[in-house]
């Protein structure tokens, strides 16, 4: 039988123990983060996720004095970075910076994808979104978003539109815009943007579909003009720019946004502290202003709500390239 102290005694040594298991969860995302965030890019330096990614962790090391690595590693449609962040320690000390690509439109395209948005992620947030633009060169007889529709219904599978690659974004967006207009495109790929964009200035194509910053210095030379918005709002960058749906073109609705993710099972102290400072850096005057000279409008949104934007993405691109037969050799 076992005394009335020593019971005593055992109930003081386990409450003891306890306090320090209790006291160490808020801890994490006091102490956090105590060494350098390594944030992975599925891309080289300079494409628009590096650049996003280099913004973000500046203004951040700036506000916070947080110290930051970003890591690029390109190659293979995304899949060697993403899987890599997958499966590093859920420690918060190895993020993701990635775009639609890589979490809308890769599920969409290949049918073994090494990684699940659900399965292998959190969404921490949306750092921006860019529209993208339907383009033509200057001599092209059409000037809008109708005008086009009609002359490609006339000509079905003649007039050509260039994008960055084969599964890109772009191409996507194109053939959705193709598929809801019933104006039958032919897709061109090119390697990149800039040599997308540089083949409608020449007249190598009449068409492309780019974002902003890629074709902006051709805008300004005259040589390539703006026919409308695939996104189904307008941009504060050019409220002039009519989006599809406006012209009759209904449900496209393609943007190109950049996100930042954690791999599954980070605390989510820590993640709540990261969504926090990311939103708050997102609101500085300067970081607003620079996405913007770029077309871009800045995130900040909950982590929900951005885990549901790239479920709904995703599935509208299944449908895209279920509809218009898309296979990549």
Not at 28 to 39: E, W
Not at 82 to 107: I, R, S
Not at 110 to 123: G, N, Q, S
Not at 228 to 245: D, H, I, M, V
Request: proline share 8%; charged share 20%; glycine share 8%.
């Amino acid at each position: 039988m076992i005394s009335n102290n020593a019971s005593r005694r055992h109930l003081l040594l386990a409450a003891a123990l306890a306090i320090p298991a209790l006291a160490c969860g808020p801890a994490v995302a006091q102490d956090y983060p105590s060494r350098p965030i390594r944030v992975v890019v599925p891309f080289a330096p300079g494409g628009v996720v590096d650049v996003t990614a280099r913004l973000l962790t500046q203004k951040m090391t700036e506000r916070l004095g947080w110290n930051f690595v970003v890591d690029n590693k390109p190659g293979g449609n995304g899949f060697i970075a993403v899987t890599q962040v997958a499966k590093a320690a859920p420690d918060g000390y190895t993020l993701l910076t990635a775009h639609t690509g890589e979490f809308a439109v890769n599920p969409a395209l290949f049918p073994h994808t090494p990684y699940d948005l659900d399965r292998d992620f959190a969404a921490i947030t949306m750092i921006s979104d860019t529209p993208m633009l339907l383009v033509a060169n200057a001599k092209e007889p059409y000037n809008n978003v109708r005008e086009l529709v009609a002359a490609a219904r006339k000509d079905p599978g003649k007039l050509a539109f260039s994008s960055p690659g084969n599964g890109s974004v772009n191409h996507l967006a194109g053939e959705w815009f193709s598929v809801e207009s019933g104006a039958k495109l032919l897709h061109v790929p090119y390697k990149g943007g800039a040599p997308a964009v540089a083949a409608v200035a020449a007249g190598e194509v009449p068409l492309a579909v780019v974002a902003v910053p890629a074709v902006m210095p051709h805008v300004q030379s005259g040589r390539v003009k703006v026919l409308g918005l695939t996104t189904a709002r307008r941009t504060p960058f050019n409220n002039a720019w009519e989006p599809a749906n406006e012209a009759g073109v209904k449900n496209v609705d393609a943007s190109n946004w950049v996100g930042l993710f954690a791999p599954k099972g980070v605390p989510a102290d820590i993640l709540a502290k990261l969504h926090a400072e990311v939103a708050k850096t997102l609101q500085d005057p300067d970081v607003k202003k620079r996405f913007a000279d770029a077309g871009a409008e800045v995130g900040g949104m909950s982590s929900a709500a951005f885990a549901d934007r790239i479920r709904n993405d995703a599935a509208r691109y299944r449908d895209v390239v279920k509809k218009a037969n898309i296979k990549l050799e």
